[in-house]
């Protein structure tokens, strides 16, 4: 076993901070750097004679033409402090799955999602948004999707994440409401799925991403399996989107395209052309993305929320709470005002979000006088065994539905819409226009087309978290009766304490 000197040591360590300070652009925090490599400061700046590193006050930087090398490299985006390798600086994922441009990869994740909400309600085989996408299959897009909150499955389908997924759901049916309102309450069953299938939003990303201009960036960034368009696509799309014919004819099939060859695509110069294997016409996606009729889920989730007669689509009219009759028609019931009860729905919110969403009618009501099960009710949704939880999506669904059709024909208000139906101020203002002077409601049409979900609210402190994370370094960690006291660099992780000692 060779012997490694202490010189050889300091070497080492000074040429993996002089790597990293070159792809961090020439400095990066000097406390960070010399934590990361386990050097002391001294020992950098002494390094070969104090000619390669200096420090500025909490900056480590390197020194002379090193230094305007690493800037001009980072101005032009040759290097990146991203995790992992690129084949080509141009590439927009590194190997481990970490993206180089955030605005670019925003947009890919926003058609993803379109997809996967358009074509299948939130969920899609992976090779199926492969195809109609036209991304290459490689492992820096498998380990990008989960950092995204794109789930994969074990069976091979991608999902959306479910708080991303709900918000999705709720711009989909005030889109649809907002839609029938502006053809005077009614519209066509076929213009509205296709409304919905084809947002405008997403159609004009994929009028950019046909083009050979952006195919051809596509590959230089390592996402499209070739530099050039295919013409079948673009044949196939004017075929069925040519406006001003009352039936389309039927397509034939896509003779000449990408062929899979045992999972992973042919790569060469130009676009091979072959027939269509029987693993791609399995995941030939494209035929539900650009050739086909919107799929069946669409029709079946607009008969469940809208009133559909002969393909004609109104807007439904969802009865509202009726107020309680009082049991003693003698006694004057006791009137709470709306501020009142406002507080009393945010205080069994806060409640519920520290119990992580579910309590006990039993436990609310000694906490909070005035919660009783028929006020609870129309708040939340009770389980058969008296626990108190969320709207289902369904039930926030068809509320927001009557909103929005209140709003359209008669005008509403916050308060309305508290005694209506029991939706609180701070969800109102999630997804509609209000007007904090007169409390009136509107619709926002560009909110629902942004794919941007509204901010989530902070979770509840994770029980299984028993560390004590703001602790200086050098805290004095108690032990056990026979184990000695002891300061180091975990003292900020877990703090065991004697249970004997008082």
Known sequence: MPIVSPQDTTAVAAQRVFRYLHRAGGSANLHYVTGKYGCKKTTLLEFEGGTIFEAEGDLLKLKGGALAVAA?????????????????????????????????????????????????????????????????????????????????????????????????????????????????GEVSLQDLMEHLYRPPELLKDEEHE????????????????????????????????????????????????????????????????????????????????????????????????????????????????????????????????????????????????????????????????????????????????????EKSVARQSREAIAVASRIYYEGYTVTEAFYDFGIGREWLRRYFILNEETGELGLDRERYSSWDPPPKDPEAPNPRIYSKLDAPRGYQRKGFRHRKRKYGHSAGGIIYANPRQK
Not at 173 to 179: C, D, N, V
């Open 72 to 184: 001009a490299a980072a101005a032009a985006g040759r290097v990146t402090r991203k995790v992992g390798r690129r084949k080509s600086p141009q590439h927009l994922l590194t190997k481990a799955g970490f993206a180089t441009k955030e605005d670019t990869a925003r947009y890919l994740q926003r058609r993803i999602e379109g997809l996967l909400m358009t074509a299948g309600d939130g969920v899609l085989q992976f090779k199926a948004v492969l195809r109609a996408l036209a991304l290459q299959p490689s492992h820096a897009l498998k380990r990008w999707l989960p950092k995204v909150g794109l789930r994969s499955s074990a069976n091979g389908d991608l999902w959306v994440d479910p708080y991303r997924l709900f918000s999705f759901r709720m711009y989909r049916i005030l889109e649809a409401a907002s839609f029938v309102s502006e053809q005077n």
């Open 210 to 389: 046909l083009t050979a201009e952006a195919r051809a960036v596509a590959f230089d960034m390592g996402l499209a399996p070739s530099p050039s368009v295919e013409e079948w696509r673009l044949e196939a799309r004017d075929r069925y989107w040519r406006k001003g014919e009352a039936s389309l004819p039927a397509l034939p099939p896509p003779r000449e395209t990408v062929e899979f060859r045992e999972g992973t695509l042919a790569l060469e110069s130009e676009m091979d052309r072959a027939e269509l294997s029987t693993e791609a016409v399995k995941f030939e996606i494209v035929l539900a993305e650009k050739q086909v009729e919107p799929p069946l889920w669409l029709e079946a989730w607009i008969r469940e929320y809208f009133v559909v007669e002969e393909d004609k689509v109104f807007l439904p009219f969802l009865e509202p709470w009726r107020k309680p009759v009082p049991r003693d028609p003698d006694l004057e019931p006791v009137e709470v005002s709306h501020v009142q009860q406002e507080a009393l729905l945010m205080n069994i919110q806060e409640e519920m979000r520290l119990r992580y969403g579910r309590v006990h009618m039993e436990a609310l009501g000694p906490m909070f006088p005035g919660a009783r099960k028929r006020w609870l009710k129309r708040f939340f949704d009770i389980t058969s065994y008296g626990d108190v939880v």
